[in-house]
């Protein structure tokens, strides 16, 4: 049965693990050196007073997470925080994603985000699929936005307004 709590420093580790594999895929990120579990560490607790972060566990393994990141630091984009959410490989379509994302919407619009933004690849299906599952709207692309293994990707944008602004 997934459970779904907040992340702490101590889950470095699993998380490091999930999102490395998110690297070796090729699906996810711009990243292509593995993380290291003291990077990953550092940034849990660097921004565990204003970002919120959560792992998923299945029997008490961590087997997803998604985390909330600075946007960009004029303070007008206060509001607006990116996230990102990785699966195990062996757990995905199994509903770890969407528990994630819904936690972290949640506790973004509790810490007072109006907005959640993000930027997938177009090939992506699985995680197109969950962005538009979860309320986010494919909103533009950035073309040869970065190379990676020296081919240009596009990003797709996608944005979901949460809180007041989800109000209309």
Not at 11 to 19: H, M, N
Not at 68 to 79: D, H, K, L, N
């Amino acid at each position: 049965m997934l459970q779904v709590r907040g992340a702490a420093p101590e889950d470095a580790g699993e998380i490091t693990r999930i999102y490395n594999q998110g690297i070796e895929d090729r699906l996810a990120t711009f990243q292509t050196e593995p993380r290291p579990v003291a990077e990953v560490a550092a940034v849990l607790r660097q921004r565990a007073n204003r970002y919120p972060a959560v792992v998923v566990e299945d029997g008490g393994r961590v087997v997803a997470w998604a985390w909330a990141s600075p946007y960009r630091e004029r303070p007008w984009y206060q509001g607006i925080a990116e996230y990102s959410v990785y699966v195990e490989r062996g757990e995905r379509g199994r509903g770890a994603g969407r528990a994630a994302v819904a936690e972290l919407i949640g506790r973004c619009e509790a810490a007072g985000f109006h907005k959640l933004v993000a930027r997938v690849f177009p090939e992506n299906e699985a995680s197109r699929a969950l962005c538009r599952s979860m309320g986010f709207r494919e909103v533009g692309v950035y073309r040869r936005h970065a190379r990676l293994d020296g081919r240009w990707r596009d990003c797709l944008i996608v944005e979901r307004l949460i809180g007041a602004a989800a109000g209309g």
